[in-house]
């Protein structure tokens, strides 16, 4: 079994700034990709940013130059630090990573949640 626990949401005023953090726990042999996803009330799920194993990032056009995505691999964790929010960035954060656990499978596993919410 794996969990995934994150810190770090919380409220702030607009062009504040925030850390998230999501360590992952349990039997885990190796995790592929980590990355933060967010759903706004009334609205889908959606990517905000991956990173791979090797440190190559993606983000959602929303957040580009003002969210980084970082992991620490030693650590089973992932971090984003958010920068310059703006209202439209509240939502509940997710933390998701892809590990390799019992049975040599790669499985999907997801975060219980931390609410961002951005004031202005």
């Known amino acids: 079994q794996v969990q995934l626990v994150e810190s770090g949401g919380g409220l702030v005023q607009a062009g504040g700034s925030l850390r998230l953090s999501c360590a992952a726990s349990?039997?885990?042999?190796?995790?592929?990709?980590m990355g933060w996803y967010r759903q706004a009330p009334g609205k889908q799920r959606e990517l905000v940013a991956t990173?791979?194993?090797?440190?190559?990032?993606n983000y959602a056009d929303s957040v580009k130059g003002r969210f980084t995505i970082s992991r620490d691999n030693a650590k089973s964790s992932v971090y984003l630090q958010m920068n310059s929010l703006k209202p439209e960035d509240t939502a509940v954060y997710y933390c998701?990573?892809?590990?390799?656990?019992?049975?040599?499978?790669?499985?999907?596993?997801w975060g219980q949640g931390t609410q961002v919410t951005v004031s202005s």
């Open positions: 990173i791979t194993s090797g440190g190559s990032t």
């Open positions: 349990g039997v885990i042999f190796s995790i592929n990709a």
């Open positions: 998701n990573a892809e590990v390799l656990t019992t049975g040599w499978r790669y499985r999907d596993y």
